[in-house]
């Protein structure tokens, strides 16, 4: 048994190289607001409050208190403060003092945009696409994000992918949305989105990066999901 045999749903670094593509075309994985912000305030602790507030208004984070919840993470980026995955587990832990909630999200998103691209973004979708490639194989680590980044370098080292953390994050939830909304189409997935799933729905032919990045076996992942 090879190791992509070890995998409850392949994966192919084609599939990776058909989210670039498809992104390209909608003007690339990152918008061009978080783009110009990079460019202009380079290093993390800079801009912290807009940094913040463009994640939770571009991104979809829904927190209503972000002033307080920004001032929050431009202390944890001022101190010493965990490197890596526990970066976003020390920002969650500071944040639910804010928000009383767990903001993976958020923390997630922030850290990967602002602070170091290789930490994965984790949201439901991507969490809920990853559970399915790997199966029964995934990571027993209690902490929900330290779970999620080993999961996607198992995930990585059993498909044999070479992608960046960013190209897997944005297959991950182009899929993930994909096969959510395939389950339940009243699920409310992104505007973006949805006019694409829907013209595949009718036409597969209509979207030929969207039917690449699924993969060439559709219809037996849908029988399986």
């Known amino acids: 048994m090879t190791e992509l045999d070890k995998l409850r749903m392949p994966l192919s670094n084609s599939q990776i190289a058909a989210a670039s593509r498809f992104w390209e ?10 783009v110009q912000l990079k460019q202009v305030f380079p290093k993390s602790q800079d801009a912290v409050k807009v940094k913040a507030i463009a994640v939770n208004a571009l991104y979809g984070t829904f927190i209503i208190a972000i002033s307080q919840v920004a001032d929050c993470v431009g ?26 909630q767990r903001n993976y999200s958020f923390a997630s998103k922030y850290a990967h945009f602002f602070v170091d691209p290789d930490l994965p973004i984790l949201d439901s979708y991507a969490e809920w696409m990853v559970a399915k490639h790997l199966g029964a194989m995934k990571s027993k680590n209690p902490k929900r994000y330290l779970q999620f ?29 994909y096969w959510s909304w395939k389950l339940n189409p009243r699920l409310n997935i992104s505007g973006d989105l949805r006019p694409h799933f829907e013209r595949f729905a009718k036409d597969r032919e209509s979207e030929p990066n969207l039917r690449s990045l699924l993969g060439n076996g559709v219809s037996s992942t849908e029988m399986a999901l």
């Open 149 to 177: 980044t080993e999961d996607i370098e198992s995930l990585k080292r059993l498909a044999g992918l070479t992608c960046s953390c960013a190209e897997l994050d944005a297959y991950l939830w182009v899929a993930g949305e």
């Open 75 to 100: 202390r944890v980026l001022e101190t010493a403060h965990a490197s890596g995955p526990g970066l976003v587990e020390e920002l969650v832990v500071e944040i639910r003092t804010i928000t009383k």
């Open 25 to 34: 075309e909608k003007g690339g994985w990152e918008s061009k607001e978080i």
